[in-house]
């Protein structure tokens, strides 16, 4: 975080009383930001020697600030850690990240026990305890200047390791695809606890010399009066949080003001993005990217809504997108296959004992997604989904994603999610969790919905499950896991 700290540096010689950040606490000046860094650098330091790996609890407030800027004023290395970390979560992140340091807030210092993996040493930042001891070398990193943890929600998190050229391209690359202005006010409602949220929640904003909207609980209407109140001109969130900011829009066209707000992380709608679209009165921009690659496609402002909405976009400039087969071959432009990416936003590797082992890539350097694209003539991305995104009913694949799009094109469905359920004799069957403000939207109807776009039957869902929302991970981003484990137990209850 060298090059930001100078970065502010700068701005603070000339304007040391610039509000650089607004959270729970209050609105905090670039001079005082700056002087608790240096504060908590030298309380670091003292304690691991240079250029450390400081591992902090991640809440979107002053403390992430300060502690980025401190890992600068070092020359160390950021590492992510949420404040809904368990303790077998953390034990994993000691062994595959080793930090020189770890800052968290008294509860959750409990909670992990963290003396067991790190002396406590002192209190930091108002309280907070910090656990330390002598530095490994920082070139263990190479070149990493941020570690952030992947959900876990398919098994053990990993620690996803990028440079700071990364944040600054894909940075730069996000403020000209939007038309983004120096000073701009940008809102960070995503947790801070990822690669891609600091990134863009926390480094972006800071990079175009302006003011960061830290909330750190989440609440939709809160998030859009946070963000009327003081002129947000740009947002990134997961589709979801847009939908429920829609839903909880007091006023209609209340973001009026947002140059755009992007949208990534999740299965999108057109039909729904465009009512939120509406009640919101900004414009939203689909993108297509990941902690492992940032933000690597997006749409544009000015793009009409059948792309703005319903495709991902187009490639930040020096990225590079493309769809193989089965062998790695690739695929002319308008057929669907394997995404691929490269370009100057991957990553470094993911961390595994203290170290960063280096991505596995292709022999021409593309790093395989997992997800499914169809690029179009013309560079624009679709994301058909996820390679594993499937149910086998009787030996069938179904693909979830394009159930869940026939689904969500009917009009009184705000957000939908098709998951399986485990059937004796088919090992399983389809069911789709809806949520609406009809209490007699039934499954008769989605099937009658569903035969008239042409679905196959076989395709259909078999239980229909009406819910409040849907479940989220510790991101904001939809669990699948949870969202087919909520199925199951309302099958097992209706059955009751």
């Not at 006023?251 to 299965?267: E, K, N, R, W």
């Not at 009512?275 to 749409?299: D, I, K, P, Y």
Request: charged share 25%; glycine share 12%.
């Amino acid at each position: 975080m060298r090059q930001l700290l100078a970065d502010l540096e700068r701005r603070a010689a000339a304007a040391p009383g610039d509000v650089v950040a607004i959270d729970a606490d209050g609105s905090h000046r670039l001079a005082d930001v700056l002087a608790r860094a240096g504060e908590l650098a030298t309380a670091v330091e003292a304690r691991t020697g240079p250029r450390p790996t400081l591992m902090v609890q991640a809440d979107n407030s002053w403390r992430t600030l300060v502690a980025a800027l401190a890992v600068g004023r070092l020359d160390g290395t950021l590492g992510l850690l949420s404040r809904h970390t368990t303790a077998q979560e953390f034990a994993g992140a000691c062994e595959d990240v080793d930090p020189d340091a770890v800052l968290v807030a008294p509860g959750l210092a409990d909670d992990l026990d963290l003396r067991r993996h790190r002396p406590v040493e002192g209190e930091a930042l108002d309280g907070w305890r910090l656990a330390a001891r002598p530095a490994r070398s920082a070139e263990r990193w190479r070149g990493g200047a941020v570690i952030g943890l992947t959900s876990g929600s398919t098994g053990r998190a990993k620690g996803v390791v990028q440079s700071e050229a990364a944040l600054r391209y894909a940075g730069r690359a996000t403020i000209e695809a939007v038309g983004l202005r120096p000073g701009d006010t940008v809102a960070a409602l995503v947790p801070l606890s990822s690669a891609a949220a600091v990134c863009f929640g926390l480094y972006l904003p800071l990079l175009l010399g302006g003011r960061v909207l830290l909330l750190d609980r989440w609440d939709p209407r809160d998030a859009v009066e946070l963000m009327a109140e003081h002129d947000a001109r740009w947002t990134m969130c997961v589709p979801t949080m847009a939908l429920q900011m829609g839903a909880a829009a007091p006023h209609g066209g209340d973001l009026h003001a947002m140059t755009a707000m992007t949208i990534g992380g999740g299965p999108m709608d057109a039909g729904a993005l465009g009512r939120a679209e509406e009640r919101l009165g900004t414009r939203l921009l689909r993108v297509f990217g990941m902690s492992e690659c940032l933000g690597h496609t997006t749409s544009r402002p000015g793009d009409d809504p059948v792309t703005r909405l319903g495709t991902d976009g187009t490639p930040f400039p020096g990225t590079e997108l493309r769809a193989v087969d089965e062998d790695g071959a690739p695929l002319a432009a308008g057929m669907p296959g394997r995404a691929q990416v490269r370009g100057p936003s991957l990553f470094l590797g993911y961390a595994r004992d203290g170290e960063v082992v280096p991505p596995a890539l292709t022999a021409d350097g593309f790093l395989p997604t997992g997800d499914l694209v169809e690029v179009a003539p013309d560079g624009t991305a679709s994301i058909r989904g996820r390679e594993k995104d499937i149910i086998i009913r009787g030996g069938r694949n179904i693909d979830i994603t394009e159930v869940e799009s026939a689904v969500a094109r009917h009009p009184h469905v705000d957000q939908v999610c098709v998951v399986p359920v485990p059937d004796e004799v088919l090992g399983e069957r389809v069911a789709v969790l809806l949520v609406t403000s009809r209490d007699d939207l039934d499954l008769p109807e989605i099937q009658r919905h569903l035969g008239e776009l042409g679905l196959t039957k076989g395709k259909w869902p078999e239980y229909a499950f009406r819910v409040e929302g849907l479940p989220q991970n510790r991101v904001g981003k939809l669990s699948r896991a949870d969202a087919a484990r909520l199925a199951r137990d309302l099958r097992e209850g209706a059955r009751a």
